[in-house]
């Protein structure tokens, strides 16, 4: 099992910047591509940003969010930049196993989830 805590969300104005943490513990890999997912109040849950060794993004992201990640402390990091009232979301951190993978079901391991609510 691994698990997956989320923090650094926040309410932040448009234009405004925040970095979101998602501390691993348990059977963690370095093989594990892990993601940030989002969910806005009535719609579906959508990928933000995935990492295994390379970098992947929702295109409404790019150029906006950086993930990385660091093994030696299995944390992953989402900077989030130039933030839009539409970035509106309870953020999810996901460990799974399928690179590139946008869908839900490919991971097998889910934070709690963090509130970042982006003022206009």
């Known amino acids: 099992q691994v698990q997956l805590v989320e923090s650094g969300g926040g309410l932040v104005q448009a234009g405004g910047s925040l970095r979101l943490s998602c501390a691993a513990s348990g059977r963690t890999r370095s093989d594990y591509i892990m993601a940030w997912f989002r969910q806005a109040t009535g719609k579906e849950r959508e990928l933000v940003a995935g990492?295994?060794?390379?970098?992947f993004y929702h295109d409404s992201v790019k150029g906006r969010f950086t993930i990385t990640r660091d093994n030696a402390d299995d944390t992953v990091y989402l900077q989030m930049n130039s933030l839009k009232p539409e970035d509106t979301a309870v953020y999810y951190c996901?460990?799974?196993?399928?690179?590139?993978?946008?869908?839900?079901?490919?991971?097998?391991?889910w934070g709690q989830g963090t509130q970042v609510t982006v003022s206009s």
């Open positions: 996901a460990a799974g196993l399928l690179y590139g993978s946008g869908a839900p079901r490919h991971y097998n391991y």
């Open positions: 990492i295994k060794w390379d970098a």
